[in-house]
């Protein structure tokens, strides 16, 4: 079992109220639905509180920090790029992109003796593929489902949308910061050659 759709409890569904910043830019059944999804994750996964939900196995980085701030420079660009090239973007769809991106994150990591180690679900779909099956499941729209599905640094394309576009800067700029933090080297200095 990869997972359950699941509503939670009061309590849990307050909690990632709590936590994700951007709810108040969506309409209210998109709102519900993203609690359902984060709900649906966490409790799917093995860790217990939202806190010890991680980011990678290299970076010791709440995954609840990483969420928030590539929503917050996700709204920024695309305020930006509305201002200064006239694009318009959906709130309920770009917010849930940036929020959902990473939902299955608490899926395809386990606590190992403290350490964080790959799981079994993480050797058989990717990281992106699963959150997309999880928001289909959530009747979540095409556009969000396939720009998570491909948003991952590994995936085989990117989507072509300009809400794709601006998950992948915000995601970038927020994870490069994390690197140059925890001392590895940020994908923008990386060069295949
Ligand atoms: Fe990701
Ligand atoms: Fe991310």
């Known amino acids: 079992m990869s ?4 509503r939670g409890t009061p309590p849990q569904r307050a909690d990632v109220e709590n936590w994700l910043f951007g709810l108040d830019l969506v309409s209210t059944p998109v ?6 999804a984060w709900v649906s994750a966490w409790t799917s996964s093995t860790h217990e509180r939202l806190e010890d939900m991680p980011y990678s196995n290299l ?7 990483h969420v928030n701030e590539v929503t917050r420079v996700g709204v920024q660009l695309a305020r930006s790029a509305t201002e200064q090239w006239g694009d318009a973007f959906v709130m309920d769809t770009l917010v849930s992109i940036l929020i959902l991106h990473d939902v299955d994150k608490p ?12 799981s079994a679900l993480s050797k058989e779909l990717p990281h992106g593929v699963v959150g997309a099956m999880l928001l289909k499941e959530l009747d979540f729209p095409h556009l969000v489902i396939s720009t998570v599905a491909t948003h991952a640094a590994n995936a085989p394309f990117h ?12 995601d970038f700029f927020a994870t490069d910061r994390t690197c140059i933090r ?10 295949w050659r």
């Open 3 to 6: 997972y359950t759709i699941n």
């Open 31 to 36: 709102r519900e639905r993203i609690l359902t």
């Open 159 to 170: 989507g072509r949308s300009l809400e794709a576009y601006v998950l992948h800067y915000a």
């Open 59 to 65: 970076a010791a980085y709440p995954l609840m920090r």
């Open 107 to 118: 899926l395809m990591y386990v606590r190992d003796n403290g350490a964080m180690a790959p």
């Open 182 to 191: 925890e001392g590895a080297t940020p994908f923008y200095q990386r060069h």
